[in-house]
């Protein structure tokens, strides 16, 4: 079982451009939340996705968006990125409905994302 | 809004001691999970311990045991027996029980020393 996989393990961008960054949940898994992690700082929470539909939203503005595919696994995009984006991004994978079965949110080793 | 907070940005302790990280949180909920999460060098946030906050006893896995006192929405971790692949950053964090609210809220981190 290979977890949850991110990719790219780490990215370089430009103030303004546009990035994607994709996830794939462990296996079994339905549901995709993601995390930004500045340096220094505890992982807060952007958004969930289930059944190829934003769930929950954290307070983030709508520069940030994601999709999740029928597989399960999904994307977070950022537009017009700024310097403060700059953040490990945390993708964590679940089960629907999981902790009330005691079943663990598993996470990703995240993408390190540099806006330059 | 809750809030968690980790008033020991850093702390070490001796291989084979005992050492004990100190969280708070805050909340207006009666129902609601709090987790330890630890966060080594590979980035991946792994669970170390888990504790539901309508059960009295304290949870406990292996070597990690918490304090949990409700009414004074505290939550410490203690390490026992102390080993060097336990140096990492150790968050708490904190979830809601509320049904379609499966986001945590995590503390800005502590880490952890472990001195041979």
């Known amino acids: 079982d290979a977890g949850v996989t991110q990719s790219p393990t780490h990215l370089i961008k430009t103030r303004g451009q546009q990035v994607t960054l994709r996830c794939s949940p462990k296996?079994?898994?339905?549901?995709v939340s993601w995390y930004q992690q500045a340096l220094g700082q505890g992982p807060q929470f952007i958004f969930q996705?289930?059944?190829?539909?934003?769930?929950q939203r954290g307070n983030f503005p709508d520069r940030f968006s994601g999709h999740q595919f029928p597989n399960y696994s999904s994307e977070l995009n950022v537009n017009a990125l700024l310097l403060g984006d700059s953040a490990l991004y945390l993708c964590?994978?679940?089960?629907?409905?999981?902790?009330?079965?005691?079943?663990?949110?598993?996470f990703g080793s995240g993408t390190q994302l540099s806006v330059l | 809004a809750q809030t968690v907070t980790q008033s020991q940005p850093e702390m070490s302790v001796q291989e084979a001691e005992t050492v004990t990280l100190s969280c708070t949180y805050d909340?207006?909920?009666?129902?609601?999970?709090l987790f330890w999460y630890k966060q080594p060098p590979s980035r991946q946030m792994i669970l170390v311990i888990r504790?539901?906050?309508?059960?009295?006893q304290n949870a406990t896995e292996n070597r990690f045991s918490v304090n949990f006192q409700k009414a004074a929405k505290s939550f410490s971790l203690k390490i026992s027996d102390s080993q060097l692949g336990d140096a990492a950053m150790y968050f708490c964090a904190y979830r809601s029980a509320r049904g379609g609210s499966e986001k945590l809220v995590f503390g800005k981190g502590t880490k952890l020393t472990v001195n041979p």
């Open positions: 909340t207006s909920e009666s129902d609601y999970y």
């Open positions: 964590a994978s679940s089960l629907v409905g999981g902790y009330s079965t005691n079943e663990k949110l598993f």
């Open positions: 296996s079994g898994h339905d549901t």
């Open positions: 996705y289930y059944e190829e539909e934003e769930r």
């Open positions: 504790q539901e906050a309508y059960k009295q």
